[in-house]
Protein backbone atom coordinates (compact mmCIF):
# COMPACT_ATOMS: atom_id res chain seq x y z
CA UNK A 1 0.00 0.00 0.00
CA UNK A 2 1.26 3.23 0.25
CA UNK A 3 4.11 5.08 2.75
CA UNK A 4 1.64 6.09 5.08
CA UNK A 5 -0.25 2.78 5.54
CA UNK A 6 0.81 0.97 8.13
CA UNK A 7 0.13 4.65 10.78
CA UNK A 8 -3.82 4.05 8.91
CA UNK A 9 -4.04 0.64 8.41
CA UNK A 10 -5.00 0.26 12.14
CA UNK A 11 -8.73 1.72 11.04
CA UNK A 12 -9.67 -0.99 8.87
CA UNK A 13 -10.82 -4.64 10.04
CA UNK A 14 -10.60 -8.32 8.92
CA UNK A 15 -13.47 -9.09 6.57
CA UNK A 16 -13.00 -12.72 7.92
CA UNK A 17 -12.99 -12.06 12.01
CA UNK A 18 -13.19 -8.22 11.77
CA UNK A 19 -10.41 -8.13 14.42
CA UNK A 20 -8.12 -4.91 13.69
CA UNK A 21 -5.85 -5.01 10.59
CA UNK A 22 -1.75 -4.06 10.72
CA UNK A 23 0.94 -3.90 7.53
CA UNK A 24 3.34 -6.43 7.85
CA UNK A 25 5.63 -6.00 4.81
CA UNK A 26 3.85 -6.29 1.47
CA UNK A 27 0.49 -7.81 3.45
CA UNK A 28 -2.18 -6.68 5.70
CA UNK A 29 -2.42 -9.52 8.71
CA UNK A 30 -4.84 -9.52 11.60
CA UNK A 31 -4.16 -10.97 14.99
CA UNK A 32 -5.48 -14.60 13.91
CA UNK A 33 -3.25 -14.71 10.83
CA UNK A 34 -5.92 -14.38 7.91
CA UNK A 35 -3.94 -12.00 5.44
CA UNK A 36 -4.32 -9.85 2.34
CA UNK A 37 -1.67 -9.21 -0.23
CA UNK A 38 -0.47 -5.78 -1.24
CA UNK A 39 -1.23 -5.50 -4.99
CA UNK A 40 1.86 -4.50 -7.04
CA UNK A 41 -0.25 -1.20 -7.92
CA UNK A 42 -1.01 -0.51 -4.20
CA UNK A 43 -4.39 -1.75 -3.53
CA UNK A 44 -5.44 -3.99 -1.36
CA UNK A 45 -8.53 -6.57 -2.14
CA UNK A 46 -10.25 -7.23 0.55
CA UNK A 47 -13.35 -8.83 -1.26
CA UNK A 48 -13.90 -12.28 -0.30
CA UNK A 49 -14.96 -14.38 -2.80
CA UNK A 50 -18.35 -15.62 -2.23
CA UNK A 51 -17.88 -18.69 -3.99
CA UNK A 52 -19.44 -18.52 -7.68
CA UNK A 53 -18.57 -15.37 -9.70
CA UNK A 54 -20.68 -12.63 -9.35
CA UNK A 55 -21.77 -11.33 -13.01
CA UNK A 56 -20.66 -7.81 -12.51
CA UNK A 57 -18.51 -6.59 -10.15
CA UNK A 58 -19.04 -2.97 -10.16
CA UNK A 59 -17.56 -0.53 -13.37
CA UNK A 60 -15.69 -1.81 -15.82
CA UNK A 61 -12.27 -1.12 -17.29
CA UNK A 62 -13.75 1.42 -20.06
CA UNK A 63 -16.14 2.70 -17.85
CA UNK A 64 -12.96 3.72 -16.24
CA UNK A 65 -11.36 5.41 -18.20
CA UNK A 66 -14.13 6.46 -19.64
CA UNK A 67 -14.95 8.66 -16.33
CA UNK A 68 -11.09 9.06 -16.00
CA UNK A 69 -11.44 11.14 -19.46
CA UNK A 70 -14.68 13.04 -18.39
CA UNK A 71 -13.50 13.95 -15.26
CA UNK A 72 -10.37 15.18 -16.59
CA UNK A 73 -11.46 18.03 -18.43
CA UNK A 74 -13.09 19.57 -15.67
CA UNK A 75 -16.58 19.74 -15.84
CA UNK A 76 -17.59 18.41 -12.54
CA UNK A 77 -14.95 20.06 -10.75
CA UNK A 78 -16.91 22.49 -8.89
CA UNK A 79 -18.70 19.59 -7.63
CA UNK A 80 -15.34 18.49 -5.99
CA UNK A 81 -14.29 21.57 -4.91
CA UNK A 82 -17.44 22.53 -3.59
CA UNK A 83 -17.11 19.33 -1.47
CA UNK A 84 -13.71 20.04 -0.24
CA UNK A 85 -14.67 23.19 0.69
CA UNK A 86 -17.31 21.62 3.48
CA UNK A 87 -14.87 19.21 4.68
CA UNK A 88 -11.69 21.45 5.14
CA UNK A 89 -14.14 23.62 7.84
CA UNK A 90 -15.49 20.49 8.70
CA UNK A 91 -12.24 19.14 10.51
CA UNK A 92 -11.12 22.95 11.00
CA UNK A 93 -9.87 22.68 14.34
CA UNK A 94 -9.33 19.20 15.48
CA UNK A 95 -7.78 17.05 12.55
CA UNK A 96 -5.52 14.90 15.06
CA UNK A 97 -5.26 11.46 13.10
CA UNK A 98 -8.67 11.54 11.54
CA UNK A 99 -9.54 9.23 9.08
CA UNK A 100 -11.49 10.16 5.56
CA UNK A 101 -13.52 7.42 3.14
CA UNK A 102 -14.59 7.72 -0.13
CA UNK A 103 -16.78 5.07 -0.41
CA UNK A 104 -17.69 3.98 -4.50
CA UNK A 105 -14.38 6.09 -4.99
CA UNK A 106 -14.47 5.02 -8.94
CA UNK A 107 -11.10 6.03 -10.07
CA UNK A 108 -10.12 8.14 -7.52
CA UNK A 109 -10.98 11.86 -8.88
CA UNK A 110 -12.79 12.97 -5.72
CA UNK A 111 -10.57 11.51 -2.89
CA UNK A 112 -7.19 12.37 -4.89
CA UNK A 113 -8.62 16.21 -5.38
CA UNK A 114 -9.46 16.41 -1.35
CA UNK A 115 -6.06 15.09 -0.19
CA UNK A 116 -4.51 17.55 -2.39
CA UNK A 117 -6.91 20.20 -1.43
CA UNK A 118 -5.98 19.88 1.95
CA UNK A 119 -2.23 19.23 1.79
CA UNK A 120 -2.06 22.52 0.50
CA UNK A 121 -3.24 24.04 3.74
CA UNK A 122 -1.43 24.59 6.91
CA UNK A 123 -2.28 21.42 9.80
CA UNK A 124 -4.18 18.86 7.93
CA UNK A 125 -1.23 16.34 7.40
CA UNK A 126 -2.17 13.44 9.50
CA UNK A 127 -5.14 12.67 8.33
CA UNK A 128 -5.47 8.96 6.39
CA UNK A 129 -7.32 8.66 3.18
CA UNK A 130 -9.17 6.13 1.95
CA UNK A 131 -11.33 4.92 -1.43
CA UNK A 132 -12.90 1.65 -1.46
CA UNK A 133 -14.82 0.43 -4.42
CA UNK A 134 -15.78 -2.67 -5.64
CA UNK A 135 -14.01 -2.68 -9.06
CA UNK A 136 -11.01 -4.28 -8.93
CA UNK A 137 -9.93 -2.18 -11.89
CA UNK A 138 -11.11 1.09 -9.89
CA UNK A 139 -8.91 0.36 -7.26
CA UNK A 140 -5.88 -0.86 -9.59
CA UNK A 141 -6.93 2.67 -11.81
CA UNK A 142 -6.82 5.30 -8.67
CA UNK A 143 -3.73 3.50 -6.70
CA UNK A 144 -1.79 3.79 -9.31
CA UNK A 145 -2.42 8.03 -9.81
CA UNK A 146 -3.13 8.97 -6.22
CA UNK A 147 0.29 6.36 -4.15
CA UNK A 148 -0.66 7.97 -1.42
CA UNK A 149 -4.26 7.49 -0.67
CA UNK A 150 -5.50 3.76 0.42
CA UNK A 151 -7.48 1.66 -1.88
CA UNK A 152 -9.60 -1.03 -1.22
CA UNK A 153 -11.98 -3.09 -3.02
CA UNK A 154 -14.21 -4.00 -0.68
CA UNK A 155 -18.22 -4.23 -1.54
CA UNK A 156 -20.89 -1.28 1.00
CA UNK A 157 -23.27 -4.32 0.98
CA UNK A 158 -21.61 -6.20 2.65
CA UNK A 159 -19.54 -4.90 6.00
CA UNK A 160 -17.48 -1.71 5.39
CA UNK A 161 -14.06 -2.64 6.37
CA UNK A 162 -13.57 0.21 8.98
CA UNK A 163 -13.17 -0.26 12.57
CA UNK A 164 -16.88 1.28 14.53
CA UNK A 165 -16.68 4.76 14.89
CA UNK A 166 -13.28 5.63 13.14
CA UNK A 167 -14.59 7.53 10.15
CA UNK A 168 -14.60 11.34 10.38
CA UNK A 169 -15.43 12.40 6.66
CA UNK A 170 -17.47 9.66 4.94
CA UNK A 171 -18.17 10.81 1.31
CA UNK A 172 -20.32 8.90 -1.48
CA UNK A 173 -20.62 10.66 -4.94
CA UNK A 174 -23.00 8.78 -7.39
CA UNK A 175 -22.31 5.57 -5.47
CA UNK A 176 -24.32 2.44 -3.66
CA UNK A 177 -25.20 3.34 0.00
CA UNK A 178 -25.44 1.28 3.30
CA UNK A 179 -27.05 3.47 6.05
CA UNK A 180 -26.65 0.62 9.01
CA UNK A 181 -22.51 0.28 7.91
CA UNK A 182 -22.68 4.39 7.65
CA UNK A 183 -24.08 4.31 11.10
CA UNK A 184 -21.77 1.83 12.35
CA UNK A 185 -18.30 3.01 10.92
CA UNK A 186 -19.00 6.97 11.74
CA UNK A 187 -17.47 8.97 14.54
CA UNK A 188 -19.81 10.75 16.75
CA UNK A 189 -18.60 13.77 15.18
CA UNK A 190 -18.36 12.75 11.73
CA UNK A 191 -19.90 14.11 8.83
CA UNK A 192 -21.63 12.13 5.80
CA UNK A 193 -21.64 13.45 2.30
CA UNK A 194 -23.89 11.83 -0.13
CA UNK A 195 -24.05 13.02 -3.52
CA UNK A 196 -26.63 12.82 -6.28
CA UNK A 197 -27.57 14.12 -9.31
CA UNK A 198 -30.90 16.09 -10.02
CA UNK A 199 -33.80 15.68 -11.77
CA UNK A 200 -32.66 18.23 -14.31
CA UNK A 201 -29.08 17.11 -14.52
CA UNK A 202 -28.28 16.48 -18.26
CA UNK A 203 -32.20 17.01 -18.57
CA UNK A 204 -31.67 18.53 -22.24
CA UNK A 205 -29.12 16.05 -23.14
CA UNK A 206 -31.67 13.38 -22.37
CA UNK A 207 -33.79 14.68 -24.22
CA UNK A 208 -31.91 14.15 -27.12
CA UNK A 209 -30.88 10.71 -26.35
CA UNK A 210 -32.44 7.17 -25.03
CA UNK A 211 -30.62 8.00 -21.38
CA UNK A 212 -31.76 6.75 -17.66
CA UNK A 213 -33.90 8.95 -16.05
CA UNK A 214 -33.19 10.04 -12.35
CA UNK A 215 -35.80 9.12 -10.12
CA UNK A 216 -37.90 12.95 -9.11
CA UNK A 217 -37.89 11.92 -5.26
CA UNK A 218 -34.54 10.41 -4.93
CA UNK A 219 -33.28 13.39 -3.11
CA UNK A 220 -36.45 12.73 -0.68
CA UNK A 221 -36.10 8.45 -0.54
CA UNK A 222 -31.99 9.64 0.68
CA UNK A 223 -33.06 11.72 3.48
CA UNK A 224 -35.44 9.62 4.61
CA UNK A 225 -33.55 6.41 4.61
CA UNK A 226 -30.38 8.35 6.42
CA UNK A 227 -33.08 10.38 8.69
CA UNK A 228 -33.07 7.74 11.56
CA UNK A 229 -29.04 7.84 12.58
CA UNK A 230 -28.45 11.16 11.09
CA UNK A 231 -29.95 14.51 10.85
CA UNK A 232 -29.69 16.46 7.52
CA UNK A 233 -27.20 19.33 8.65
CA UNK A 234 -26.89 21.25 5.35
CA UNK A 235 -28.11 20.57 1.48
CA UNK A 236 -25.65 22.32 -0.97
CA UNK A 237 -26.38 22.62 -4.92
CA UNK A 238 -23.77 22.35 -7.46
CA UNK A 239 -24.84 23.52 -10.82
CA UNK A 240 -23.31 24.42 -14.23
CA UNK A 241 -23.65 24.60 -18.31
CA UNK A 242 -21.44 22.48 -20.23
CA UNK A 243 -20.82 22.45 -23.91
CA UNK A 244 -20.09 19.09 -25.00
CA UNK A 245 -19.12 16.95 -28.26
CA UNK A 246 -17.21 14.58 -29.81
CA UNK A 247 -15.14 12.08 -27.13
CA UNK A 248 -15.85 14.40 -23.99
CA UNK A 249 -19.51 13.46 -24.65
CA UNK A 250 -19.09 10.09 -25.99
CA UNK A 251 -17.37 9.59 -22.51
CA UNK A 252 -19.81 11.03 -20.26
CA UNK A 253 -22.13 8.73 -21.35
CA UNK A 254 -19.87 5.78 -21.25
CA UNK A 255 -18.78 6.23 -17.39
CA UNK A 256 -22.39 5.99 -16.23
CA UNK A 257 -24.74 2.80 -15.82
CA UNK A 258 -26.18 4.39 -19.55
CA UNK A 259 -22.99 2.31 -20.47
CA UNK A 260 -24.96 -0.76 -19.96
CA UNK A 261 -28.21 0.06 -21.65
CA UNK A 262 -27.54 2.15 -24.22
CA UNK A 263 -27.47 0.06 -28.30
CA UNK A 264 -24.20 0.51 -29.85
CA UNK A 265 -26.18 2.25 -32.90
CA UNK A 266 -27.10 5.07 -30.65
CA UNK A 267 -23.72 5.05 -28.55
CA UNK A 268 -21.98 5.71 -32.63
CA UNK A 269 -24.42 8.63 -33.01
CA UNK A 270 -23.30 9.98 -29.79
CA UNK A 271 -19.80 11.14 -30.83
CA UNK A 272 -21.18 12.85 -33.87
CA UNK A 273 -24.14 14.63 -32.82
CA UNK A 274 -22.01 17.75 -33.27
CA UNK A 275 -21.87 20.38 -30.12
CA UNK A 276 -24.43 19.73 -27.05
CA UNK A 277 -25.22 22.61 -24.31
CA UNK A 278 -26.29 20.79 -21.35
CA UNK A 279 -26.64 21.11 -17.48
CA UNK A 280 -24.71 19.67 -14.80
CA UNK A 281 -26.92 19.95 -11.07
CA UNK A 282 -26.34 18.10 -8.33
CA UNK A 283 -27.12 17.91 -4.57
CA UNK A 284 -24.82 17.36 -1.28
CA UNK A 285 -26.41 16.16 1.58
CA UNK A 286 -24.88 16.42 4.39
CA UNK A 287 -25.71 14.52 7.43
CA UNK A 288 -24.31 14.41 11.04
CA UNK A 289 -25.29 12.87 14.43
C1 LIG B 1 -21.20 6.10 -10.93
S1 LIG B 1 -19.69 5.45 -10.30
C2 LIG B 1 -19.09 6.79 -9.29
C3 LIG B 1 -17.61 6.71 -9.01
C4 LIG B 1 -17.00 7.94 -8.31
N1 LIG B 1 -17.63 8.20 -7.04
C5 LIG B 1 -17.09 9.14 -9.21
O1 LIG B 1 -18.10 9.87 -9.10
O2 LIG B 1 -16.19 9.35 -10.03
C6 LIG B 1 -20.24 4.26 -9.10
C7 LIG B 1 -19.10 3.50 -8.46
O3 LIG B 1 -19.65 2.63 -7.46
C8 LIG B 1 -18.97 1.40 -7.54
N2 LIG B 1 -19.81 0.34 -6.96
C9 LIG B 1 -20.87 -0.30 -7.51
N3 LIG B 1 -21.37 -1.21 -6.65
C10 LIG B 1 -20.60 -1.14 -5.53
C11 LIG B 1 -20.60 -1.84 -4.30
N4 LIG B 1 -21.49 -2.79 -4.05
N5 LIG B 1 -19.65 -1.53 -3.37
C12 LIG B 1 -18.73 -0.56 -3.63
N6 LIG B 1 -18.69 0.13 -4.78
C13 LIG B 1 -19.61 -0.14 -5.72
C14 LIG B 1 -18.69 1.21 -9.01
O4 LIG B 1 -17.65 0.28 -9.26
C15 LIG B 1 -18.33 2.64 -9.43
O5 LIG B 1 -16.95 2.89 -9.31
ZN1 LIG C 1 -9.01 -12.11 10.71
Known amino acids: MVSNS ?25 PQA ?50 NERIHNHLAGDVSSACIADVGCGEG ?12 RPGFDHLCYFG ?25 NRKLLFSGGSVRVLTNVFAPRNVVEFDRVLAQDGVLLIVI ?7 SLRSRLDLLSIE ?13 PFRLAGEHTVEREMGLEGDALLALVQMTPNYWHI ?27
Open 109 to 120: YYIGRLKRHLDS
Open 216 to 228: PDKRDKVIEQFAG
Open 6 to 30: ERCTRFLICPVCEAQLAQVGATLKC
Open 34 to 83: HSFDIAREGYVNLLLSSGKRPKIVGDTKEMLRARRDFLARGFYGPLSDAL
Open 132 to 156: LDVSKEAARLAAKRYQDICFIVASV
Open 197 to 203: PNPRHLA
Open 263 to 289: SSEALDGVKDMGPVQTEASFTILEFRR
